[in-house]
């Protein structure tokens, strides 16, 4: 009986490290699908959302955010299973629901599209922020992914002091979530193959 629960463990964490894998892989194709039906987008004059507000932009961009958005949250289940301190992993795990949110609810619904789009964003820097400094230091890949997840949540934090004055946040918003997501990536690999 053991060795089953052992077994499917280690099934649901490497399902979750694949999926920590797909993150960064769907986000970037769905975000770059959605600015080459989006000519007018500028990166210093809009946010990433912008392109969830209309046309075939939108369906990739929203689409994007849903299927990035489960991903994370299946990958956020994971990676309770793998951290000994499982605060940050719960609080990625709201993170996730938030960037769903993101795409159910474009800029057009702004009170919640706001609240949702705010939510993934501090939620995302916070749960790197407290996965940096309470991760398992004796383990030699988890310091240094430690290390790691605590340099990108300072870069997020950093990133909303350059929202003041900016017309357009897309350079911060993306200087936020896109290291977080290549962190998620990194981790799912030695999720996959562990």
């Known amino acids: 009986m053991r060795d089953k629960y052992k077994l499917r463990n280690t099934r649901i964490t490497k399902i979750a490290g694949i999926c920590g894998i797909l993150i960064p892989i769907v986000v970037f194709i769905f975000v770059g699908l959605a600015m080459t039906h989006s000519p007018w987008f500028e990166w210093t004059e809009h946010a990433l959302s912008d392109l969830g ?8 961009f929203n689409s994007g955010m849903v299927i990035a958005g489960i991903l ?22 709201l993170s996730s629901i938030a960037l769903i949110g993101i795409g159910l609810f474009p800029e057009t619904i702004f009170p919640i599209h706001f609240f949702t789009s705010a939510s993934f964003f501090i939620l995302l820097a916070i749960s790197l922020l407290i996965i940096g400094l309470t991760i398992n ?34 350079i911060p918003e993306s200087l936020s979530c896109f290291p977080a997501f290549i962190w998620i990536m990194i981790f799912g690999v030695k999720m996959t193959f562990m």
């Open 53 to 60: 507000v209309n046309g075939l932009s939108a369906i990739f």
């Open 72 to 93: 994370a949250f299946i990958f956020s289940l994971g990676l309770m299973k793998v951290l000994t301190k499982k605060i940050g992993a719960y609080i990625l795990c």
């Open 137 to 170: 230091k004796q383990n030699k890949f988890e310091r240094k992914m430690g290390i790691l997840a605590s340099f990108f949540a300072i870069l997020a934090f950093s990133s909303a002091i350059l929202i003041i004055g900016l017309e357009g946040v897309a």
